[in-house]
């Protein structure tokens, strides 16, 4: 019963956290946001539409290129198994911690950059280190529901299931989108 909820809940969390679409089309890996393919080093598409990304995510584009890349190694351990998903989770934090070094408080970006690596840290089984960035997301956002769905996640993990009914409460009175935190919360009072 454990492993059916832990699987049920991880493929809400992996279906309610779809990534945005294709950008460039075959310049970019799939499943990363456009923006990601005027950061850093990346060639291609219009001018205006570069200008365009650099207006909305400012001067830390140039060090954006990180972040897709931890999203690209995140979507390939997704979409693993064994030392290859340990390997590609690990590949994502590095990068991740990158991004979080360039990127200020209050940064339009840093809440979702933070539940990305509360996820890899999940997948990893660091879970107080999860908890802990997980919790800053939520702190600098408190109505961004995909931080609380993650932290739900690992609490579900290692089978707190009242801990993550908690969690979910909380983001669904918080959230101004609840449906998806509702789910889960469905379905882990379905696991009583």
């Given at each position: ?123 990893l089984k660091r879970f107080a280190e999860a908890d802990e960035t997980l919790r ?57």
């Amino acid at each position: 019963m454990r492993h059916a909820l832990r699987r049920s809940l991880i493929a809400i969390c992996l279906g309610v956290l779809p990534l945005p679409g294709m950008g460039q089309g075959k310049a970019l890996p799939a499943g990363l946001p456009e923006y990601c393919g005027y950061t850093f080093g990346q060639t291609g598409g219009s001018e205006a539409r570069r200008a365009y990304w650099k207006q909305m995510l400012g001067s830390e584009i140039t060090h954006l290129h990180h972040y897709c890349a931890a999203q690209n190694w995140i979507n390939r351990a997704r979409a693993a198994g064994g030392k290859d998903r340990t390997r590609f989770y690990g590949s994502s934090i590095q990068e991740l911690d990158y991004v979080l070094g360039h990127l200020k408080d209050g940064y339009v970006l840093l809440p979702e950059v933070l539940t990305r690596k509360g996820e890899a840290l999940i997948h990893l089984k660091r879970f107080a280190e999860a908890d802990e960035t997980l919790r800053r997301a939520i702190s600098l956002k408190p109505d961004y529901w995909p931080a609380y769905a993650r932290l739900a996640e690992g609490f579900v993990m290692r089978e707190r299931v009242d801990t993550a009914r908690e969690v979910l409460t909380e983001g669904v009175a918080k959230s101004k989108d609840p449906r998806m935190l509702q789910r889960m919360l469905d379905e882990l009072g379905k696991a009583r």
